[in-house]
């Protein structure tokens, strides 16, 4: 920790001189107290009453997949030629929306930004309940989710084998492997967390369920020296990964044939897509958290800041990646990439085309504005409109893309179902149950990471910022 | 104090206060010297004189195993097992296996990191140490810093090191005395385990595979092709003339194959249209004619089909009076027996079907030789 009596504050230019990560006295023992008194406590009403929502919406969900299951998907408004719809948009919906964990835990880790230490936990939190919301669309739009265990290459009577040139198939590696990191690096964080909340509790059923969880933890110099090369492995590993999954769903759509869909700007455009839909959605979910688990001191103003201003460089990727759909599209001279993009601006579907547009390009310029950047009326403003954007955006690729496709006598309307409003309504009352049970179970807040870097944490002879 | 003590932690309220005391602790030579701390502290392990942490080597080496694995197993399945061309790409075109060997590299070396770090390095879970039972560990996890000087030997004098480590500057010591029972859930427990599992699997399976390939003659479950049955040509000893399949009983006759219409056609002169002259007969009529009946005597039966004309053949104009004073009979033995160059009609037409015909013919040739009162009946 940069201390303020050993650098001169003149010295610096005012833009790179780092505030402090938090507000007020924070101390490791006060931290402890703060985070992880929560779990201890009763919940107050209010969470009762969000948790009530949350599980109605799940418990309706689930109504509709069991008569998904029942009658079929038949049931569902897709069908031919647009055999891919509210599923496919919600699973790349969902698996995007994970993408701000990993990229909060990994890439600003290896970037050094200590920010991220407050959010971080969250935000991992936030991108495991995202991805077993997202598998849920693939595993029922198999149609028979009890035999989806065929995805898996294994040995079988019927002498099969898995196509492994078809990117459906690259998906399941990828999301699988996705879903088992981000667990992974996750848990791993948390050993020291519930190490302490070992330490600390007095009741004996949470003492032993934390003492099995904990593995043992003893916080020892050795330990401690493995631990922080197995998170940085981990963070470089997660970083590669995060880039990866969602390139490996846009193949999915950049590998067909299909006018719209195969364009080589897609891994990109989609990784972007996923940083700023799951960026979002940890501002909104974060500007609760800290109203009202009172942590307005760990989760301050700045980390709102930066996290605006993330969202603000994705929106001018998102809108440099819009026209460069135009461009390819008139670049190409083909009638058919022509035809499918003039469908996103002035086809039966123009009103998504420039929902998505506005939601996702106009909206959030907004925070080119400090103020905006920091009040929660605008920000979550944006939030809301990015999340129903980037729904849209992959409505816009999926639908509008597939519904006119080269042989006009196939054209068709796509119109969905209230079965597939229902299960969508079922995976946000999941993901939210999940985000209301974390906060009431574990710490919400990297209580060890922030220890770390909290003023005079580190030996005063070791004073560069080249810790974590 | 007593030679089963397993270590003595002092206790320090800040980093500084650790990192200064470790090489005064360190220098005394009383046992090993080991931190414990709420959060990994820098510099520590160059003061501890540990040595660089192997992971990055495993991972490494884990990694690019994964690698291997995946993709011998994609071109094996894709291009030696299961060869399918799919997209018109060759069988071991390697780029598309590309993404998932990627994927699985990552998993091998992420599990090798988390795993290994806690299993191997750290030897993780370890429920029964010494200093989780300490007074002092509800600090050690929250915010102060602890040094230990642990027993290398019988011969540690834990007096000696509580001396040592006041004299550091811990603002507290413990004894902590050496655990009275074995751990019950250890890493090795652990490690072992998974190994033996993992050993008998592969025991296990390579006993399936060669057990199939050396003794093939053993076939997995045909019930189903061991029932008793008899197949047609089969003899039996059930039946008084040893055979398998038994003659039907003398006179009998097929579903829908009533025998009709044999003798002279003079003879058939007599039968009557057992059919009733309502909308349905003719309509049936009607198809069956078009369909078998229409290419060589023509839509009007008049002898003008579309097949005259491409063979030359002379069907029977049914127009004619001599088949307009044809007894319905006589009709139907021709259909069913067939007259000059017409074949029978008999295999292809039901009985019903046949007398729906001849109904048909009597309409067409009532409709191209229509008297006057024949409009009257039509008149409303």
Known sequence: MRSDAAIPANDIPEGLFELPLTEGRVTPGSLDDQVLSFPETKPPKQWYIGLAITLSALFTGLAFIGYTFFTGIGAWGNNSPVFWAFDIINFVFWVGIGHAGTLISAILFLFRKRWRNAIARYAEAMTIFAVMCAVIFPLIHVGRPWLAFWLFPYPNQRALWTNFRSPLLWDVFAVNTYFSVSAMFWYLGLIPDIASMRDRTTSKFRKLIYTALALGWRGAATHWQHYEKAYLLLAGLATGLVLSVHSVV????????????????????????????????????????????????????????????????????????????????????????HHSFMNIISGNYGWAGWLTISCNILIPQILWFKKARTSYFWMILVAIGVTIGMWFERFVIIVISLHQDYLPSAWRIYKPTMVDFGILLGTFGLFFTMVLIFARVLPVIATTEVKAILPGAQPSHHGDDHHV | MSETSYAVLGMFDSPDALMQAIPKVRATNLGTVEAYTPYPIHGIEEALGLRRSPLGGMVLVMGILGAITAFGFEYWISAIDYPIITGGKAANSWEAFIPIMFEVTVLFATFTAGLGMLLLLNKLPLFGHPVLSSKSITGITRDRYALALEAESDAFDS??????????????????????????????????????????????????????????????????????????????????????????????????????????QEQAASLVNPLPRTKEVFTLGHKVYSNRCEVCHGALANGVGSLTAAYGGKPANLQAQQFRDYPDGEIYWAIVNGKNAMPSHAPYLTDQERWAVVHYVRALQRAQNAKDEDLKVVAP
Request: net charge neutral; with cysteine.
């Open chain 2, 159 to 264: 007096a000696a090191a509580a001396r040592a480590l006041q004299e550091a500057g811990a603002v507290e010591v413990e004894v902590l005395p050496a655990p009275e029972r074995s751990p019950f859930l250890t890493s090795d427990f652990i490690l072992r385990t998974l190994g033996g599992i993992f050993a008998a699997c592969v025991v296990s399976g390579l006993a399936m595979f060669f057990g199939t390939k050396w003794f093939p003659l053993l076939p997995p479950m045909r019930h189903i092709e061991d029932q008793p049955r008899l197949n047609a040509q089969k003899a039996s000893a059930f039946f008084k003339d040893g055979h398998g399949m038994q003659l039907p009983v003398p006179g009998t006759v097929a579903r829908g194959y009533l025998p009709t219409a044999t003798g002279t």
């Open chain 1, 250 to 337: 846009s193949f999915d759509f950049a590998t067909s044939v299909v006018p719209g869909w195969h364009m080589t700007i897609f891994p990109p455009y989609f990784v972007a897509g996923a940083i700023f839909a799951g960026f979002s959605m940890v501002v909104m979910v974060l500007v609760v958290v800290r109203e009202t688990m009172q942590l307005k001191n760990l989760i301050t103003m700045r980390h709102l800041d930066v996290m605006n201003k993330v969202i603000l460089a994705m929106s001018c990727i998102m809108g440099y990646s819009y026209m460069m759909e135009g461009f390819t599209a008139w670049y190409s001279m083909n009638e058919y990439l």
